[in-house]
């Protein structure tokens, strides 16, 4: 049985859980950690009989977190790993705190924003649709001239010749 560091086996529960919420199965192709032992770490980590602190359950208020996005604004890798490892976070946390942060103050649509939006790729979709069946219609019609010009070149008449005569047999 494979032992795995204290810090390794709290990054991957952290991952497992809120906000990152990355799949077990997702998490067992990139670490090759069997999924029994994923499925028993998240589940020791909900029931809070695992030394992985309370900060990752997400415990923290927006102010607290909003504090935490500002204190590690200017740290750079190395001092952010330090930083974490000294609160008991985890730098995808902060990261995504920070996204958090950014998207705050972005424009809310509005209810009519939105069905104009639907409206808007409703209308796309069925022009994109139309043009794809445009375009299959006209390569249709240029393979059908190509074959035209091959026939006539083909069955021309001979060099001082009278014209072939085709007869439609009916």
């Not at 909003?66 to 001092?79: K, M, Y």
């Not at 008991?88 to 990261?95: A, E, H, K, R, V």
């Not at 069925?126 to 074959?147: F, N, Q």
């Amino acid at each position: 049985m494979k032992q795995y560091s204290k810090e390794f086996k709290e990054s991957i529960i952290a991952r497992m859980l809120t906000p990152n919420n990355v799949s077990i199965p997702e998490l067992v192709r990139e670490t090759g950690i069997p999924k029994d032992t994923l499925y028993s770490w998240r589940t020791k980590a909900r029931k809070g009989t695992t030394s992985v602190k309370s900060k990752i359950h997400g415990e923290l208020s927006s102010e607290e977190k909003f504090n935490i996005v500002l204190e590690t604004a200017s740290l750079n890798e190395t001092e952010l790993s330090e930083y974490c490892r000294r609160e008991g976070l985890f730098p995808q946390q902060i990261s995504v705190w920070q996204e958090n942060c950014r998207q705050a103050h972005a424009p809310q649509t509005s209810k009519a924003d939105k069905t104009t939006i639907r409206v808007q790729k409703k209308s796309i979709k069925r022009l994109e649709t139309d043009l794809s069946r445009k375009e299959k219609a006209l390569a249709e019609v240029a393979a059908l001239l190509i074959l035209q010009k091959k026939a006539h070149a083909l069955w021309e008449a001979p060099e001082g010749g009278k014209p072939i005569k085709l007869s439609v047999v009916k």
